[in-house]
């Protein structure tokens, strides 16, 4: 039975059908739907876990107890997860374990661009990569397999085409492991990394890269060699190799589905059977860089295929069609121009509690770090209120480092703004550090009662798992108060003058302060009724007050915009145009209504 199935999806299915038991995962686009999918199976146990090292130590400690597992993120996740994940390289497994690892080319929603191919090499674990949805799901089977075989967590990583992108997959049945579950403490030297274990299994590591080698040149059924034209030959793997392949059909090629360890034996029996050969792949030359280190003459790579962005058919043929046909690239007529398109740049939802508290922070002078999450929008004019990111919870740190350079004289001028889920994931400990250490930033956390930017997953502080079942809540007061912050209060941000009062005083404390949201849900949540959310009816403007001074434009509202139209108002003001509400987006927050100086936003219909 074949089933049309996004790649995340197919991931999610051959998961099941290896007979996982575990899958664990922090949130991050594009790999957020595989434990979303992954929780409807109900053979398989499933979290939310705070962060991805988290998820990793749950995932691996499920596999020395028996069971197969498997933990996801994005890339940057993986960052987060280094700590464990290259240690359990030297441990090894004992079910099956799977790291999925989502890159993210041209960034279309991440704060880097990173290439998760050099993570297998580093950490010196097998990596596969699929190109479709039924290799997302197949591979993911087979990597399970590799994993008990060799004794090794294996990275599969995927990238936005693949997880995104919907192609048929031929439904199997589930598989339990044959596995007897249980720990045995005679397996101590294998899993206790001190010293003079660790030693020992550092040997095992490189004897075990040896055996996958040699596996991948005989044995992985993905590797594979198309002889063609041998005038040139392609080596490329996953989407990389699906589009070279669309754009130059009757040229050889070697596809990668087992990027670490190389098929060297394979690679070298290509270069026997084609004269020329081109490496093209998304992001860095790691295919390139290796074989030009075994000895080969790559006659094209990353002089012609960019080494920024993803990569489409269109690129490709741009990039390599003079090289391969001799001939230079035509664009094909474009009727609709790119600038011509209307600009629909990304935005906070109308309502949504974080407008009015950027808006403020604005109007107060505040140097804002932020962090993570739809809040990174505040960056965009008109609103213009944050002013530093880097990652997951690098706010808290931030604020407070720059607090101690500059001392008395950055009182009143410097905070940090983090999310909930941010919080959980990686706030709790530079907050305590700048409490331990007599920081005094005040810090403000956004409490929406969701991980909002990836799709509405739970976590702890919502009250509900993954599968939407009851369970205990994260009381923010509490964890701020038990890491020795004595100055905390809660805001209503739709409520803008309170909420600059509030944040006015904590910023100017010369100790640690925590500000916390309430009332705030995302707009979007599935619990709750937008629309119903707030007791104010819809608005509307006054066309005879308003004058037209835009001030309801600043705080970027969707449901306002602008109209050209001069008029005069009832008190004789002229006017060369006027704001309007949609009042199909409104949804009554009244956030306009306290910007607007001239009382032009009224009461319109329930």
């Not at 309430?518 to 707009?523: A, E, I, K, R």
Request: proline share 6%.
């Amino acid at each position: 039975m074949k089933k049309i199935m996004q790649g995340n999806e197919a991931i999610a299915r051959g998961a099941w059908e290896a007979g996982v038991v575990v899958g664990c995962a922090y949130p991050g686009t594009p790999s957020s739907e595989i434990m979303a999918e992954l929780s409807g199976y109900r053979e398989i146990y499933t979290e939310w876990s705070p962060n991805e090292k988290i998820a990793i130590e749950v995932a691996h400690g499920a596999s020395l107890a028996g069971g197969r597992a498997i933990a996801c993120m994005k890339h940057v996740g993986l960052n987060v997860a280094a700590d464990p994940f290259m240690t359990i390289s030297y441990t090894g497994v004992k079910g099956g374990l799977v790291v999925v690892v989502a890159d993210d080319p041209s960034q279309h929603s991440s704060q880097n661009e990173q290439d998760s191919r050099n993570w297998t090499r580093f950490g010196k674990v097998p990596m596969l990569e699929p190109g479709d949805s039924e290799e997302c799901k197949e591979f993911t089977k087979i990597a399970f397999d590799i994993s008990e075989r060799f004794d090794t967590p294996v990275l599969l990583r995927t990238e936005t085409r693949v997880s995104h992108c919907d192609s048929p997959v031929e439904l199997g049945e589930r598989k339990e492991s044959d596995i007897k579950r249980g720990l045995d403490q005679k397996d101590t030297p294998r899993y206790v990394m001190v010293p003079m274990y660790s030693r020992i299994k550092r040997v095992a590591v490189e004897k075990r890269t040896d055996e996958l080698a040699a596996y991948a040149d005989t044995e992985f059924p993905y590797n594979v060699m198309e002889i063609n034209d041998p005038s040139i030959g392609f080596i490329s793997s996953g989407v990389s190799y699906l589009y070279t392949k669309d754009v130059f059909p009757g040229c050889s090629f070697l596809k990668l589905g087992m990027v670490w360890p190389l098929p060297k034996k394979m690679i070298a029996e290509f270069f026997k059977k084609v004269k020329k050969v081109i490496v093209v792949e998304e992001l860095d030359p790691f295919f390139e860089t290796e074989i030009r280190a075994m000895g080969y003459k790559v006659w094209h790579g990353k002089d012609l295929i960019p080494s920024i962005g993803e990569l489409t058919p269109t690129i490709v043929r741009q990039s390599l069609m003079k090289a391969v046909e001799g001939k230079a690239y035509k664009p094909p007529k474009v009727f609709i121009k790119q600038e011509d398109l209307p600009r629909r740049p990304p935005n906070l939802c109308a309502g949504c509690s974080h407008r009015p508290l950027f808006y403020a922070l604005k109007k107060l002078g505040l140097y804002v770090f932020g962090d993570i999450g739809c809040y990174a929008l505040a960056v965009a004019p008109p609103l213009s209120a944050l002013h530093a990111s880097t990652c997951m919870g690098a706010s808290v740190g931030g604020a407070y480092g720059a607090g101690k350079v500059l001392g008395k004289d950055g009182l009143g001028k410097i905070c940090a703004v983090l999310g909930d889920s941010t919080f959980l994931h990686s706030g709790i400990g530079p907050l305590m550090d700048t409490v331990y250490n007599k920081g005094y930033s005040t810090t403000i956390i956004l409490d929406n009662r969701i991980t909002a930017m990836t799709g509405q997953q739970e976590t702890a502080g919502t009250g509900y798992t993954i599968k939407g079942e009851p369970t205990s809540m994260v009381d923010y007061e509490e964890i701020a108060k038990a890491l020795g912050v004595k100055h905390v209060r809660k805001v209503d941000p739709y409520n803008i003058e309170e909420t600059m009062n509030a944040i006015r005083e904590e910023v100017n404390r010369d100790d640690a302060s925590v500000v916390i949201t309430v009332n705030s849900p995302c707009m979007l949540l599935r619990r709750a009724n937008p629309l119903g959310r707030f007791e104010h009816p819809l608005y509307v403007i006054d066309t005879d007050t308003c004058r037209g001074c835009k001030a309801c434009l600043e705080i970027n509202c969707p449901a306002i915009s602008w109209r050209e139209e001069e008029g005069t108002t009832k008190d004789n003001h002229k006017r060369k145009g006027t704001a309007f509400i949609n009042k199909d987006q409104c949804v009554g927050c009244r956030v306009c209504v306290q910007v607007c100086k001239f009382d032009a936003i009224v009461p319109g219909t329930k």
